[in-house]
């Protein structure tokens, strides 16, 4: 038993900054979510949190493997070993509080969308006149149907902005809570909704040269030109470079907030800055 223990010992005396998160992040995301995991550690020692345990253990462990080298390199690395696990356990929180605020952004986008259908589509005013609707309310279909083209695109720039975290920093393990990754799953279903809804709605307008007269026919022809349905094409998924900028955002806080919980607060000012 007593060498079971101590080959265990060492295995994790061995492991990377990142090993350690991962192993981490397979316990905490069992919690469900941010508030639950949370929650949790409230109850739990200082010595316990992620920040503490991880850091102490990986800066121990490097202490030991550089015994005999001089005390002032050694504790150089130690604190390097330490600021890789706060950047990734900092990225962790900054990717799932990113997610958070996007998600209620899209919740309110998502509304107002399914309003504009309504308005600019499903229930026009005065009698049935769509123009004077659109008119009066500052509204057009073309402005609808831009603001669902948009609304995609936003959600799959944060899908591919998480996809890109998890696979560049944690070898492609999850790093949303379950309850944050309902959420954006729930925001990309909305969006397909969405798109349907409003084709289905401008299906049954008019697309040809009308039957009473010239200003019938204009109003159809105006009609049909706005009333373009959504296709694949305009949902062209976005490019994974267009995402790069949310995720350089999520790297640059979380490596600045590691490199101040370190005692480096000149580094994680320049990094800020943009000047590291």
């Known amino acids: 038993m007593r060498t079971a223990h101590r080959r265990l010992a060492k295995v994790e005396a ?4 990142k090993q350690r998160v991962l192993q981490w992040l ?8 941010t508030e ?8 739990e020692p200082v010595s316990e949190w992620p920040g503490t345990r991880l850091t102490e253990a990986v800066a121990e462990a490097t202490r030991k493997r550089l015994r005999g080298y001089p005390r002032e390199a050694v504790e150089s690395r130690a604190r390097d070993a330490a600021r890789d696990i706060l950047f990734l356990l900092s990225l962790v929180g900054e990717t799932n509080r990113s997610v958070t605020r996007k998600v209620k952004e899209f919740t309110w986008a998502a509304a ?6 309504e308005v600019a589509v499903l229930r026009p005013e005065a009698g049935g006149n769509r123009e004077a609707t659109l008119s009066r309310r500052g509204l057009t279909l073309s402005d609808v149907r831009s603001e669902i083209v948009a609304f995609a695109a936003q959600v799959s720039l944060v899908r591919h902005a998480v996809n890109i975290v998890s696979r560049r920093y944690f070898d492609g393990h999850p790093v949303l809570f379950p309850g944050t990754a309902e959420s954006l799953s729930e925001a990309t279903k909305t969006s397909a909704i969405l798109v349907e809804a409003y084709n289905e709605a401008v299906s049954d307008l008019p697309r040809g040269r009308g039957k009473g007269g010239r200003r019938e026919g204009v109003k159809a022809q105006a009609g049909a030109a ?6 694949e094409t305009d949902l062209g998924e976005v490019s994974a470079a267009v995402a790069e900028p949310l995720v350089r955002q999520l790297v640059a806080d979380a490596k600045a907030g590691a490199a101040w919980q370190v005692g480096q607060s000149d580094l994680a000012a320049r990094i ?3 000047t590291p």
């Open 226 to 231: 706005a009333a373009q349905p959504i296709e």
């Open 14 to 17: 061995d492991l990377t900054p």
């Open 26 to 33: 397979d316990e905490a995301l069992e919690a469900g979510s």
């Open 36 to 43: 639950a995991y949370c929650r949790q550690m409230f109850d």
């Open 112 to 117: 107002l969308c399914a309003r504009g259908i």
């Open 272 to 274: 800020l800055r943009g």
